[in-house]
């Protein structure tokens, strides 16, 4: 029999309390380290899609980047929090403490055992450049409203993306962004608006401006 390692691991890895009808943002990311540029999309979209909770879900390990030297969970979730003032905001690791390795898995998981949560996955435009070589892209798209949100210079390779074009049929209009949470899969928004260009990259390499 294989045993299954427990939801909650030192306090940093449980999924957090919701409540039936709520409305909750998916951020995933490696968060090596949360910055301010996070920080503003999640303001945007909190206040844009009317959400009423963002769930940050810190990965293992995105499984389309060189992991190696990536920080550990605890570390990247405590930094996390220690930078998050909003109470709305709640970081978890628990894709480690289920063995998740990609994002289909977490949507299948959340939307199983959640069912009656209005779920949207959040990305940064780069992300949805990328979207199509995900695995099971496609079945994320048709679980959860995605909403994409703009950052400078991705913006002309996210909306001539493949995973773009693919979506082209089921994407809203800017103004109709408090819709998408209450909206079945496939839907999605590319919100533009504020923007900011740090990247945990040039914070890492020491050459983040301001
Ligand atoms: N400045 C930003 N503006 C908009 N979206 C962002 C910004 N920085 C990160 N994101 C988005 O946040 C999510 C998590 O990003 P991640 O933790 O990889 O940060 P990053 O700054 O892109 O990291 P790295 O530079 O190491 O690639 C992704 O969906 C990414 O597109
Ligand atoms: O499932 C996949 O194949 C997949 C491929 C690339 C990225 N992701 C997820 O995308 C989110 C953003 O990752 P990152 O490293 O760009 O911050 C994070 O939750 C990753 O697990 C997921």
């Not at 879900?57 to 929090?81: I, Q």
Request: net charge positive; hydrophobic share 45%; aromatic share 8%.
């Amino acid at each position: 029999m294989t045993l299954r390692p427990p939801l909650r691991i030192a306090g940093i890895t449980e999924l957090p309390p919701s409540a039936p009808g709520m409305r909750i943002g998916l951020f995933g990311g490696s968060f090596n380290p949360m910055h301010e540029g996070h920080l503003l999309v999640m303001a945007e979209t909190l206040r844009r899609l009317r959400l009423d909770r963002l769930f940050v879900l810190v990965t293992p390990g995105n499984p389309l980047k060189d992991n190696a030297g990536l920080p550990s969970l605890a570390e990247r979730v405590g930094a996390a929090r220690a930078l998050i003032g909003d109470p709305r905001i709640k970081v978890t690791g628990f894709e480690a403490a289920r063995g998740f390795t990609y994002t289909w898995q977490t949507i299948d998981f959340l939307t199983r055992t959640l069912k009656d949560r209005r779920f949207v996955w959040i990305m940064g435009a780069d992300s949805l450049a990328d979207f199509h070589r995900w695995e099971r892209w496609r079945d994320i798209a048709a679980r959860v409203p995605i909403a994409v949100y703009v950052r400078p210079g991705a913006s002309p390779r996210a909306l001539a993306s493949r995973a773009a074009a693919v979506l082209d049929h089921a994407q809203l209009d800017e103004a109709d962004a408090p819709l998408l949470a209450g909206m079945a899969a496939p839907a999605w928004v590319y919100l533009r608006g504020r923007q900011s260009a740090l990247s945990s990259s040039a914070i890492r390499a020491g050459t983040a401006a301001g």
